[in-house]
């Protein structure tokens, strides 16, 4: 007995005739015919009345009738079943990212995606935006976490919704811990620990404007936490993004906006035209359901 030929026995009895089924299952009428007496020769038992208008099922085809729901659902779920296995995807997922708030997205991101591929594990490569650009392009990191403006030649890439806002760090003792925001003239003079980026700080130099020539910039470093060591120790005024500010002792180092206020975009990137790993590119297509 064939699955097809159960299916076929089933859209006649939905339909109560051979012509309609046979317009459904796009088969000829005499083909579908012969497909039904056959099956009855087979089993060995009458399954239908043949009316005038209509066919209805002797009690032998009202038992067929509910095996055949029972062993093409079975047969449904099975290829289902059987469809996931081929879906089973294993492998690890390396991700470079900086100190940045958008980091803070990334356990969602991974919860979900495990709930579905559980034997996918993720390698997080912490490290400022150029190294993790380069090792992208070497094809050692999948995916980075980076601050805009993109290289949209190499790279595509899912903005993040939050933004990446620039403050000030200093010892709460410190005068300009009282003020709600920090502006240009505030930081005149003052030595300041700047990022080590030379775009990072052309983006800053446009902020300060004229300011930004008066500066005194006594430290540059690549990131955020070494800075904020400047700053709790007296040294200097932090100027970064707040991603780590989660991770900071308050008690030894707060952080106040700079005014106007300067924010930017993040983006999680990965090269164009590349061929990834299918956990790679699953996991592309889940960030881009969750953050679209």
């Keep these: 007995m064939e699955i097809r030929v159960l299916r076929y026995f089933l859209t006649v009895v939905q339909e109560e005739g051979i012509n309609r089924a046979a317009e459904v299952l796009h088969i000829t009428q005499p083909t579908l015919s012969r497909q039904m007496a056959g099956l009855e020769e087979e089993i060995g038992v009458k399954l239908f009345d043949r009316g005038a208008r209509k066919i209805t099922l002797t009690r032998e085809g009202m038992l067929l009738r509910r095996r055949a729901e029972e062993i093409l659902s079975l047969v449904q779920k099975t290829e289902e079943e059987l469809a996931e296995q081929e879906e089973l995807v294993d492998g690890k997922i ?13 356990p969602d991101l991974f919860r979900t995606f495990s709930e579905k591929y559980p034997l996918v594990t993720y390698d997080l490569f912490t490290a400022t935006a150029d190294l993790v650009k380069e090792r992208m392009e070497r094809g050692l ?14 790279f595509d890439f899912i903005r993040f919704h939050q933004k990446e806002r620039w403050v000030v760090l200093m010892r709460p003792d410190d005068p300009l811990a009282q003020k709600e925001g920090i502006t240009a003239e505030d930081l005149e003079g003052l030595p300041l620990s700047l990022p080590r980026r030379p775009n990072v700080q052309n983006e800053l130099a446009s902020w300060f404007g004229d300011s930004f020539s008066r ?3 006594l430290f540059t470093s690549n990131f955020p936490t070494n800075a904020a060591i400047m700053a709790r120790n007296g040294l200097a005024y932090a100027i970064t993004v707040e991603g780590a500010l989660p991770f900071w002792d308050k008690d030894n180092v707060v952080s106040r906006p700079l005014h106007p206020e300067l924010s930017g975009s993040s983006v999680l990137a990965w090269r164009r035209q590349q061929m990834f790993s299918p956990a790679v590119t699953r996991f592309i297509d889940h960030v881009k359901k969750n953050l679209g």
């Design 215 to 217: 500066l005194h910039v």
């Design 94 to 106: 390396v991700i470079g990212c900086g100190e940045l708030a958008a980091v803070q997205v990334l």
């Design 141 to 154: 990191v999948d995916m980075g976490i980076l601050l805009e403006p993109i290289d949209v030649e190499k």
